[in-house]
């Protein structure tokens, strides 16, 4: 089989590994494409209709949301109506041009689109990574519309949450690449601004890391692949797992995406579930502490890293619906 990369996230946050053997069952795309706001769309809507209705904001930016579906589906059957998406110009969504404009407030209006496309008046919002930083967002723009916010392992304030990565990317270089972990530890100083060059140089910091850097972001060796095995099984095109860079890269150099986010926290005043891996290394404690200070639960799960639903979705899942009960 060619041996192929997955794309690069969050400027190179998401690990970039090759093929390995497939350990999953064959990807299965059970969604369609929908007309919103001008943009095809790529909408996974299953469960039972009369189940509360729970909405699943990817992160990346640029991921997409098929590792999502491939393993929560299962432990979430019967229980949820989950409507997961890949975002404009994600994945399984029709690409954009390479010139592209997108903003984080793009990203809302298409899911309060989607809500209405779909007749839900109202659901639970789960943000993921980057997408949690979407959810937090979304939901302050239409609190009506939302019951509840899970944010797993989130990016709430991008410059704290990069730089606690960059931190824990600093260790992992000491001892192999000097001058690389010098830089890691400079990009984690509050003071080095967090502008272009601050992303720019840590996609060449986190690069420097090799197949390690997924030591960053899975608890179990035998997850360094996760994304390899799911590319090998979903039977997308090359292109697919290449177009998100655009909607990607887009987002990060728009500076509406990068503004502070640790005191909008406080903002939202209705339940808010915080799930992390004990693993973690993308949530600051700066966002745990004012998720805290906001009145939010805040669960550490063992044996995980930063894709909970990927190494315990059971886990995840029992936390989900045990938050309809």
């Known amino acids: 089989m060619k041996r192929r990369k997955l794309i690069q996230t969050i400027a190179g946050i998401m690990a970039v590994s090759a093929f390995a053997p497939a350990a999953l069952a064959k990807a299965t795309h059970s969604g369609r494409l929908l007309s919103i706001n001008g943009r095809q769309l790529w909408i996974d809507d299953s469960g039972p209709r009369d189940a509360p209705a729970l909405l699943y904001v990817h992160g990346g930016p640029g991921i997409g949301a098929l590792d999502f579906e491939q393993y929560m589906k299962g432990p979430l059957q019967s229980q949820v109506r989950l409507i997961s998406v890949d975002q404009r110009g994600v994945l399984r969504s029709s690409p954009l041009p390479a010139s592209a404009k997108v903003t984080v407030d793009d990203l809302i209006a298409d899911f309060e689109a989607i809500r209405s496309a779909l007749a839900i008046s109202h659901w639970q919002v789960l943000g993921h990574s980057f997408g949690g930083m979407v959810a937090l967002r979304y939901g302050l723009a239409h609190p009506q519309r939302v019951e509840r916010l899970i944010l797993e392992c989130p990016s709430i304030d991008l410059a704290s949450s990069f730089r606690w990565l960059c931190s824990a990317a600093a260790q992992l270089l000491n001892g192999h690449d000097v001058a690389a972990a010098v830089r890691a530890e400079r990009l984690a100083d509050p003071a080095t601004p967090f502008d272009d060059e601050f992303i720019e140089t840590m996609d060449r910091t986190l690069a420097a890391l090799g197949e390690r850097r997924q030591d960053l972001y899975v608890r179990a060796t035998k997850n360094r692949d996760i994304f390899?095995?799911?590319?090998?099984?979903?039977?997308?095109?090359?292109?697919?797992?290449?177009?998100?860079?655009?909607?990607?890269?887009?987002?990060?150099?728009?500076?509406?995406?990068?503004?502070?986010?640790?005191?909008?926290?406080?903002?939202?005043?209705?339940?808010?579930?915080?799930v992390r891996?004990?693993?973690?290394?993308?949530?600051?404690?700066?966002?745990?502490?004012?998720?805290?200070?906001?009145?939010?639960?805040?669960?550490?799960?063992?044996?995980?890293?930063?894709?909970v639903h990927v190494e315990q979705p059971a886990v995840l899942a029992n936390l989900i619906v045990t938050g309809h009960r």
């Open 228 to 274: 390899s095995r799911l590319a090998a099984t979903a039977g997308l095109p090359e292109a697919r797992w290449s177009q998100g860079a655009v909607p990607g890269k887009a987002l990060l150099t728009e500076p509406s995406t990068r503004k502070p986010m640790l005191s909008s926290i406080a903002q939202w005043k209705k339940p808010m579930l915080l």
């Open 277 to 307: 891996g004990d693993g973690d290394h993308v949530t600051s404690p700066q966002e745990l502490a004012a998720v805290q200070q906001a009145g939010g639960k805040i669960v550490t799960v063992p044996d995980a890293g930063h894709f």
